[in-house]
């Protein structure tokens, strides 16, 4: 059994910034591959980011290109996401998911193991 737990969403003016953080707890061992995803009412859940369990590569969807950075901490099942120049669009709940096993695609939420309980991020006009 794994835990995701996701913090640091909140409210925040447009083109302002805000950063995620996630750990993925409760398994002896092992590196996991971490994402996230995000979902506004009325939407499908929409990949966001992805890096990999050694941090070699990342991974983002086309919307936060250039404006979205995930990283990871050194041996550690702990990622961050930096949202920077954030839109009204961006106004959805953030998913962090967690990968323990397996070289699946980061694009397809069903290849992702566990799941964190979301976070709130709200971009004001």
């Known amino acids: 059994q794994v835990q995701v737990v996701e913090s640091g969403g909140g409210l925040v003016q447009a083109g302002g910034s805000l950063r995620l953080s996630c750990a993925a707890s409760?398994?002896?061992?092992?590196?996991?591959?971490m994402g996230w995803f995000r979902q506004a009412p009325g939407n499908e859940r929409e990949f966001v980011a992805h890096i990999t369990w050694n941090g070699d590569n990342t991974y983002y969807g086309d919307s936060v290109k250039g404006r979205f950075t995930i990283s990871r901490e050194n041996n550690a099942n702990t990622v961050y996401l930096q949202m920077n120049s954030l839109k009204p669009e961006d106004t959805a709940v953030y998913y962090c998911?967690?990968?323990?096993?397996?070289?699946?695609?980061?694009?397809?939420?069903?290849?992702?193991?566990?799941w964190g309980q979301g976070t709130q991020v709200t971009v004001s006009s």
């Open positions: 998911a967690a990968i323990v096993w397996g070289p699946n695609s980061p694009y397809d939420s069903r290849a992702y193991d566990y």
């Open positions: 409760g398994r002896a061992g092992g590196r996991f591959g």
